[in-house]
């Protein structure tokens, strides 16, 4: 008796320190002014009974405990009773409460007792099945605590002898974790699936009744053939025997549970074939196909943070597996469950690769059908210009040939000194549309390249550069003795973009000298350009614009500016 005005004033004071939690939260008020007013009855209780007032204690208590507390739990998270079975459950627990209360004997205490506790559980499976949401996740903690604490305190009592009442009355402190599991219930509902936290508890009680079944009837059998009297080591060894029933009970017992939960789990091999059979260039269909091998209620699929794809109704309790930098899955838990199974997690191993491959793909189809939209503008943009200087320049000069010509023949025989300027002027046109078909051609492709190559070429149009200031340019060019096969377009933009360079140094820098450096390597062609010499500010204009363009047209970058011994431009053309 020591121990139970102690243990009876720290569970009161749990309750009504929970109560009063939740009344700074504003939330389950009703049943939060019960709680503190249960918690206040309970801690003067425990002091009258220290006192040595035991009849008034015990009658306080049993008001705390009949009355306040079974009507907190009946009116949390919200107070209802609008409905029959609500109303008549009140009614029952209220009116039991009363009467233990009143009469106070303990076989009245106990019939009151055993009424109250059948009714509170109708009630609550009525309230549990009548709710949803956060109200039911609330149910659900209130269940979790008073089951659990229950079970623990039959426990301990049923383990206990008559003579060890202390270890019955230090039992009561599991009561204590009531209040804070209303609290969470409450404010926090959704901080841990606590529907899983009910499967484990239940499949791990049954497991351990199993357990002590077995040992008990051990200890009976060998009652019965006249072994009364066993030492320590032969409890050990019933013990022992007993124990090894636990697992196989618990993981038989979760399967029970998952298949009426959840239906038949696929075998995760067949599961992992299946999902695999279905994963291919449509994300949907690969996630819907995750979703029914696991049979979870959620998938979906993340790009950058931004949901490429789900599959399912979205849930509180999900696991994030990362794919290889390609992406992310996002797989919700099943309802009950606090992790995968093993099994899942086999099956989840094996997609992985899979998805984050189909995310690659994707990408990369993505990028392609990117790179042949920008290939087609550029070759129209191209074949607008060509048509422009076709129509703009050549063609009013091929026509200007032809009205020369014409009017030559007509003055041949009556004026032949001004037929002869007519046919001097028709070759001047002539030799000039020639040089516009040559500087066309240039300007589609240098005929430098395809007659010398790209190093030759470069070497050949440095020749006679000269500065500002009227001195020659000496340009060295440096590059492996065998250039690797180069795409066409990444000759012409390295040739473009080296002579706009170099016509940058011989215009803007003093420089004497220059060096152009390429250098292929796994990423791309490294094209660059340095001076030795003083320059204006570097402004944008039209060279440094044309530069990076050509660059940016093949995915590549460029860098232009003031060095430390210099100037410098450098690109970098993938290959």
């Known amino acids: 008796m020591e121990a139970l005005p102690l243990t009876t004033a720290v569970v009161s004071a749990s309750f009504a320190l929970s109560g009063c939690a939740l009344l700074l939260r504003r939330r389950a008020m009703v049943s939060a002014l019960l709680l503190v007013a249960g918690g206040g009855v309970g801690v003067v209780a425990g002091v009258l009974l220290a006192r040595g007032h035991s009849d008034t204690a015990a009658a306080t208590a049993t008001f705390a405990g009949a009355v306040l507390l079974p009507l907190a739990l009946a009116l949390y998270p919200e107070p209802r009773w609008r409905r029959v079975p609500d109303f008549l459950g009140l009614v029952v627990l209220a009116g039991c409460g009363t009467v233990a209360t009143a009469y106070h004997e303990p076989d009245v205490t106990a019939l009151m007792a ?32 008073v089951t659990t604490t229950v079970l623990v ?3 301990l009592s049923f383990s206990s002898e008559a003579s060890s009442a202390g270890l019955t009355d230090w039992g009561l402190l599991v009561f204590a974790l009531v209040g804070p599991a209303l609290y969470v219930g409450a404010t926090l509902p959704d901080l841990v699936d606590v ?15 199993t357990v002590m079944s077995v040992f008990v009837l051990e200890l009976s059998l060998l009652d019965a053939l006249g072994a009364h009297d066993l030492n320590t080591g032969a409890l050990a060894v019933l013990a022992a025997l007993a124990a090894v029933a636990f ?27 299946t999902v695999a059979g279905r994963i291919g260039e449509d994300p949907q269909i690969a996630l819907r196909a995750i979703r029914e091998a696991l049979v979870i209620p959620y998938a979906a699929l993340l790009v950058d943070g931004v949901p490429l794809a789900a599959s399912g109704a979205e849930t509180t309790h999900t696991r994030t597996l990362d794919l290889d930098g390609a992406g ?20 989840l191993r094996l997609t992985v690769p899979l998805l984050a491959q189909t995310l690659r793909t994707r990408a990369l189809a993505e990028d392609l059908i990117e790179s042949r939209g920008q290939t087609i503008a550029a070759v129209e943009e191209e074949r607008r210009r060509l048509r422009r200087e076709l129509h703009d320049g050549l063609g009013p000069r091929l026509s200007g040939v032809a009205f020369t010509s014409d009017a ?11 037929a002869e300027q007519m046919v001097a002027q028709l070759r001047a046109d002539t030799v ?32 006679g550069l000269r500065n500002r200031a009227g001195e020659p340019v000496a340009v060295q060019v440096t590059a492996p003795e065998e250039l690797p096969d180069l ?59 044309s530069m990076r363009e050509r660059a940016a047209e093949l995915g590549g970058t460029l860098e232009a500016g003031p060095g430390p011994t210099g100037g410098r431009v450098a690109a970098l053309l993938p290959l």
């Open 114 to 145: 055993i009424v109250q506790g059948c009714a509170f559980v109708a009630h609550t499976w009525w309230r549990i099945e009548t709710s949803d949401g956060p109200v039911r996740r609330s149910l659900t903690w209130m269940v979790l605590a």
């Open 153 to 155: 305190y039959f426990v």
């Open 195 to 209: 529907r899983g936290l009910v499967v484990s508890t239940v499949v791990t009680t049954v497991a351990l009744v």
């Open 247 to 273: 697992q196989p009970t618990r993981v038989v017992l979760r399967g029970v549970v998952d298949q009426l939960l959840f239906g038949e789990r696929p075998d995760p091999l067949g599961a992992a074939s």
């Open 328 to 347: 992310e899955l996002v797989v919700g838990l099943r309802p009950g469950d606090l992790t995968f199974s093993p099994g899942d997690e086999q099956v």
């Open 408 to 418: 030559a023949r007509n003055l041949i025989r009556t004026d032949p000194a001004a």
């Open 432 to 463: 000039a549309a020639i040089e516009e078909i040559r500087r066309m051609v240039y300007a589609m492709r240098p005929p430098a390249l395809d007659e010398l190559g790209l190093v030759p070429a470069l070497r050949q149009q440095a020749v």
């Open 487 to 545: 795409p066409a377009a990444v000759e012409v933009a390295a040739y473009r973009i080296v002579t706009e360079a170099l016509t940058n140094v011989a215009r803007h820098s003093t420089s004497a000298s220059a060096s152009v450096r390429l250098d292929p390597a796994s990423d791309g062609l490294h094209v660059e350009v340095t001076d030795r010499g003083t320059s204006d500010a570097w402004r944008p204009g039209v060279g440094l614009s």
